[in-house]
């Protein structure tokens, strides 16, 4: 079997699982945020970014090094995330104003001068509630190796 066909499996297996049962409305909105983020940085939407992360913002890429607020944002009006696609995603409350969204991503973006990032990626996300509404103050990618 291909991997093409192998990572289809995958997929439909891990939206099978996921609707087994309902998400409660947290869920649902941290999973639509979530899945707002890599939109907005692929559609170079700066408001939506602006509006969403919290002014204190931090990152750690892929590569391991910190990003701040104004590098991730500029990352996103430069157009680096090209295309992507997100799946297994799971939300982890912390208390009534923070969670945390687990998923991994396929990803297709450069990752600095001459490399490219890598293509399979796990991510973590901290959540905050600020007022009434849901703001991303943490994100973590780590490459999936070859053996995972």
């Given at each position: 079997m291909n991997k093409l066909?192998?990572?289809?499996?995958?997929?439909?297996?891990?939206?099978?699982?996921?609707?087994?049962?309902?998400?409660?409305?947290?869920?649902?909105?941290?999973?639509?945020?979530?899945?707002?983020?890599?939109?907005?940085?692929?559609?170079?939407?700066?408001?939506?970014?602006?509006?969403?992360?919290?002014?204190?913002?931090?990152?750690?890429?892929?590569?391991?090094?910190?990003?701040?607020?104004?590098?991730?944002?500029?990352?996103?009006?430069?157009?680096?995330?090209?295309?992507?696609?997100?799946?297994?995603?799971?939300?982890?409350?912390?208390?009534?104003?923070?969670?945390?969204?687990?998923?991994?991503?396929?990803?297709?973006?450069?990752?600095?001068?001459?490399?490219?990032?890598?293509?399979?990626?796990?991510?973590?996300?901290?959540?905050?509630?600020?007022?009434?509404?849901?703001?991303?103050?943490?994100?973590?990618?780590?490459?999936?190796?070859?053996?995972?």
């Amino acid at each position: 079997m291909n991997k093409l066909a192998i990572l289809a499996v995958v997929l439909s297996l891990a939206a099978f699982a996921q609707s087994a049962r309902p998400l409660s409305p947290l869920e649902q909105t941290l999973i639509d945020h979530t899945k707002a983020i890599p939109e907005a940085q692929k559609t170079k939407n700066i408001e939506f970014l602006n509006r969403t992360l919290t002014e204190d913002f931090r990152a750690v890429g892929s590569e391991g090094r910190l990003h701040d607020r104004e590098e991730f944002v500029g990352d996103a009006r430069d157009g680096t995330l090209q295309d992507y696609s997100v799946y297994s995603l799971n939300v982890l409350p912390v208390d009534e104003n923070a969670a945390i969204v687990t998923y991994d991503g396929i990803i297709h973006m450069p990752e600095g001068d001459f490399d490219v990032a890598p293509r399979y990626q796990h991510f973590s996300d901290l959540w905050v509630k600020q007022g009434d509404q849901w703001k991303l103050r943490f994100q973590q990618a780590t490459p999936r190796r070859a053996i995972d």
